[in-house]
């Protein structure tokens, strides 16, 4: 199983990023993807989550700014960020699994490599 993320970059304050996640060798279209954001010295926290359904959950730090899609047959998500800020710079991970709750992080089976954003102030 392997989640490729992809997308981020350096943008400045305002600005806008889409990152997309290809999750391969699962053989079948999970209940949950989702996307988690860490920065050095703090734990991994919820960005966005999306169900095969199309419910989604939104950390109050984003709502309003990010949106999460998906394509449950091709197990791809994406997440568009919007206005973006310099407290939002972390690396992203991308994440798939069962649960379906999206923020439940002890629910995802699988974990992306991560890819760094950077919002400049």
């Known amino acids: 199983v392997q989640l490729q993320a992809s997308g981020g970059g350096l943008v400045q304050a305002g600005g806008s990023l889409r990152l997309s996640c290809v999750a391969s060798?699962?053989?079948?279209?999970?209940?949950?993807m989702g996307w988690y954001r860490q920065t050095p010295g703090n734990q991994r926290e919820f960005v966005a989550g999306i169900t095969n359904t199309g419910s989604t959950q939104y950390a109050h730090s984003v709502k309003g700014r990010f949106t999460i899609s998906r394509d449950g047959v091709e197990n791809t998500v994406n997440l568009q960020m919007n206005t973006l800020k310099p407290e939002d710079t972390a690396v992203y991970y991308c994440?798939?699994?069962?649960?379906?709750?999206?923020?439940?992080?002890?629910?995802?089976?699988?974990w992306g490599q991560g890819t760094q954003v950077t919002v400049s102030s």
């Open positions: 994440a798939a699994g069962n649960t379906i709750v999206p923020s439940y992080t002890g629910g995802y089976d699988y």
């Open positions: 060798g699962i053989g079948r279209s999970v209940n949950t």
